[in-house]
């Protein structure tokens, strides 16, 4: 399954300019895989982002917007984005100054079903 989720998050930094990290965690933060540098705690970040995710569910609630489908936090030096794959993981995309987000977001639907089906077929 690791192989599997690991290709499918090459793949979206092969497709998308910027892309030069990812992950995919559980809800509760537990780390599945990662694709990312040396540099980043990949397991922290995998909790960080769980906590998030929780938040930003809560906030498309109360605010009545539909089914959550991502968060965007943007620093000086690139991009963190978190998606909801189904209700039961997350994927976080690290991107750098030229992140192209239009694409990461067109290109990281296809790649969310993808990784949703791998995990699904591992239980």
């Known amino acids: 399954m690791n192989n599997e989720l690991t290709a499918e998050m090459l ?3 092969k497709r998308v300019v910027g892309v030069t990290g990812s992950l995919v965690a559980t809800i509760d933060g ?3 895989a990662s694709d990312t540098e040396e540099s980043v705690a990949a397991d922290h970040l995998a909790a960080v982002a769980a906590a998030g995710l929780s938040i930003a569910r809560r ?3 109360v605010t009545d917007r539909g089914a959550f489908l991502q968060t965007m936090i943007q620093g000086r030096k690139g991009c963190t984005a978190v998606y909801a794959v189904g209700d039961m993981a997350l994927m976080v ?3 750098d100054e030229g992140l ?3 694409s990461l977001h067109g290109q990281s639907r296809p790649a969310l079903e ?7 077929e591992g239980e």
């Open 11 to 13: 793949g979206l930094r």
């Open 30 to 32: 537990l780390l599945v």
């Open 59 to 61: 906030t498309v609630e």
């Open 93 to 95: 995309v690290l991107g």
């Open 100 to 102: 192209d987000i239009g």
């Open 114 to 120: 993808r990784i949703g089906s791998i995990l699904t």
